[in-house]
């Protein structure tokens, strides 16, 4: 990384290489689903990665394989993100609410028990109190203390 440049700077670049997209100064838009494989040994590889089922070699680069395992322009956002928060790595949504349950079911087990406040999104009392409970995990709201503003 360039330590004399500032995030702001490295942001407009950062994560992306031209020569995997034509050449293209700017990364284009994806638009695809699917990704070829040099073989299928290279293909099994990148899977197994992706699907946890072993960790990435230390000088291995991973390759695309669908859209919605890592999208070309979500995994430059991500990078760039991590870039700016100084963060080890990120994860972008399509959603809140997708955002909202990731979290929640990576965290949450059988038996564990969430508070939080009221109010919330309607999709996440919908998901808290509907869902949740379908895998043993319970849940209670807690009303915000937000001070009333006087006039």
């Not at 990384?1 to 100064?25: D, N, V």
């Not at 999208?71 to 700016?84: A, S």
């Amino acid at each position: 990384m360039h330590t004399f440049m500032r995030p702001e700077s490295l942001m407009m670049s950062h994560g992306y290489k031209p020569e995997l997209s034509e050449g293209a100064i700017k990364c284009p838009i994806f638009q695809t689903s699917t990704f070829v494989f040099k073989s299928a040994e290279e293909g099994k590889a990148f899977f197994q990665v992706a699907y946890g089922q072993r960790e990435q070699d230390p000088n291995e680069e991973l390759g695309l394989i669908y859209s919605r395992l890592n999208n070309p322009d979500l995994q430059i956002l991500e990078e760039r993100l991590c870039l700016w928060d100084k963060a080890d790595a990120c994860a972008v949504f399509e959603s809140g609410m997708s955002a909202i349950s990731t979290v929640m079911l990576e965290f949450l087990r059988p038996g564990d028990f969430l508070l939080y406040s009221k109010p919330v999104y309607g999709g996440t009392d919908h998901f808290i109190n509907k869902v949740l409970p379908q895998y043993g995990i319970r849940a209670s709201a807690s009303p915000s203390r937000i001070p009333k503003k006087r006039f």
